[in-house]
């Protein structure tokens, strides 16, 4: 780790500090960002699959990268696109044990600006000789006392129900139209990759058209080595516009069950004859350790995590996946069991109890009010369509959901992803079998790149209603036939009004709601 000092600061117009996040082995190939040029001196290193960045705060921010052979990280950070008066960073050295992946921790940034960022590769063998660099742009959070407008957009489920990459049909293109709002970062709710979703070569679609995907190894079958959950990652950065996204706009990602497959739990034993290994728990090591190594995502701590961005948002990711009970009927008695577990459902209560942002973001990855099962006799979710007082993981939320309301806490808005078409929910203790709590609104959207669904039926417990909803006509519908979807929400910085706009793949909007700031509760 490397601190600067005031004097670097004034020397080149922001501070940066440098530290390694880095775990890691296979190759799959592809061009980065900013491609290099075909011909390259020998022992040269390549930046493959460009440049992110993720976790921004007001003064600190991950950066990644990825080379095609071992060497050091190297980063500028500037105020200007010139990178003149930037600051140099050394990072990690990039090597087969963590599929030459490197993350640098950029520290003492300014607060609220837009700011450049540049990486390299060096070689080992001889210094000096470094990568073609990539560059990207990064928009750190505003200070705790400096009030602005904020931007940002959500969506989850990504290169699922065997849609992958088909150049024919453009691509993931539902990245360029989230870049082109603009925001200031991306919440992506889950399912980041679908390591249990291989893809073929073609498709016919209903109309007759042929969807041609593109296919790598690894995404040729369900994922069970490390190198495979690695491949997944890798595969996705192929796209262009999601490279082009990844390079402008800082991520904050949760993963969700397709991260390791379908629906899983802890200690679940697989009957699935397309694995070899069904251990649950070993699978879920593997995906862990790609999922940090390919994603712009802290590798200490847990998973679940707040953000803050400002005095008008705080960001509490969530991690419903790590500790989460068997899926089994969803009836029972038992407080102690639920998807947060007792760590984490703490955190999450102390934490909106001290929260002082004007509007509490929660990035659920599973839906509180949408009965999502899974098969005919167990549940994979939160509810389980009975409309009656709180059971099994419903115990669990209607503890958060009691405490935090005897608490006074007000702006508490739920994001999430996971079903796969885009509503609005609010939740109204009036409609619901427990009064016990402060109404809200939870937000859904996605897929971002994958077969849409639902939508799916409502449990009356918290009183959820469903004011919009944008669903396919049937299941699996195919990325070029629509219902793709993402979120986009704005703060205003003068009236804390909070705005969400459901949009499609696009960027039309499909609905608009205004939240008003919330009255703080004596």
């Known amino acids: 780790m490397t601190e600067l000092d005031r004097r670097t600061l004034l020397r080149a117009g922001l501070v940066a500090g440098a530290g390694a996040g880095v775990a890691g082995g296979a190759l799959l190939g592809g061009a980065g960002a900013n491609a290099a040029p075909a ?37 500028e950070v500037s105020r200007r696109p010139d990178f003149r008066g930037a600051r140099h960073l050394r990072g990690p050295v990039l090597g087969a044990d963590c599929d030459f992946t490197g993350k640098v921790r950029l520290r003492g940034l300014p607060d ?37 407008d904020v931007k940002f957009v959500w969506t989850g489920d990504i290169v699922g129900q065997g849609w992958g990459i088909a150049p024919d049909f453009g691509g993931m293109s539902i990245f360029r139209a989230m870049r082109e709002t603009r925001p200031d970062f991306f919440l992506c709710s889950g399912d980041t990759v679908y390591a249990d979703g291989p893809l073929v070569e073609s498709v016919t679609l209903p109309d007759g058209r042929i969807w041609r995907n593109l296919v790598t190894a690894e995404k040729s079958k369900v994922a069970e080595t490390l190198a495979e959950y690695r491949g997944q990652f890798a595969y996705n950065l192929l796209d262009r516009h999601l ?18 497959t379908n629906n899983w739990y802890p200690g679940e034993i697989l009957d699935d ?75 999450l209560i102390r934490e909106l109890k001290r929260s002082k942002a004007t509007w509490k973001v ?15 006799n167990a549940q994979e979710g939160v509810a389980q369509g009975d409309p009656g007082a709180p059971a099994g993981r419903e115990l669990e939320f209607a503890e958060v959901l009691r405490a935090t309301h005897r608490a006074g806490v007000t702006g508490m808005v739920f994001l ?25 609104w939870e937000f859904v959207s996605g897929p971002a790149h994958a077969g849409a669904f639902g939508p799916n039926a409502l449990d009356g417990t918290f009183g959820p209603q469903a004011v919009f909803v944008h669903a396919p006509p049937r299941a699996n519908t195919s990325p070029a036939e629509g219902f793709q979807h993402f979120g986009e929400v704005t703060i205003n910085g003068e009236s804390e009004a909070l705005t969400v706009h459901l949009k499609d793949r696009d960027g039309a909007t499909l609905w608009t709601k205004t939240l008003p700031a919330p009255t703080r509760r004596p």
């Open 39 to 75: 011909w390259r001196p020998a022992g040269r290193p390549t930046l493959t699959h460009g440049v992110q960045s993720g976790d921004v705060t007001a003064d600190s921010a991950l950066v990644w990268t990825r080379a095609d052979r071992p060497g050091r990280m190297l980063v």
């Open 243 to 260: 490279r082009e996204f990844a390079a402008d706009v800082p991520q904050i990602n949760q993963w969700d069950d397709h991260e390791v």
């Open 416 to 440: 999430t992803a996971d079903v796969h078409y885009t509503a609005a929910h609010h939740y109204d203790p009036s409609r619901a079998a427990v009064g016990d709590f402060t109404p809200f």
């Open 362 to 376: 929660i990035a659920n990855d599973l839906p509180i009010g949408v009965v999502v099962p899974d098969g005919p």
């Open 273 to 347: 004859p397309r694995y070899t290994e069904r251990r649950v728990d070993v699978l879920a090591v593997r995906a862990r350790h790609a999922f940090h190594e390919w994603l712009p995502v802290p590798d200490d701590g847990p998973l679940y995590r707040r953000i803050p961005y400002g005095p008008t948002l705080d960001v509490f990711v969530l991690d419903m996946r790590t500790h989460k009970d068997p899926n089994d009927g969803n009836t029972y008695a038992d407080p102690k069991r639920g998807l947060l577990g007792r760590e984490q459902r703490e955190w």
């Open 112 to 148: 609220g600006e837009r700011l450049h960022y540049r990486v390299r590769v060096e070689s080992l063998e001889r210094h000096g000789l470094a990568s073609e660099p990539l560059t990207g742009t990064l928009t750190t959070a505003p200070g705790r006392h400096r009030r602005r």
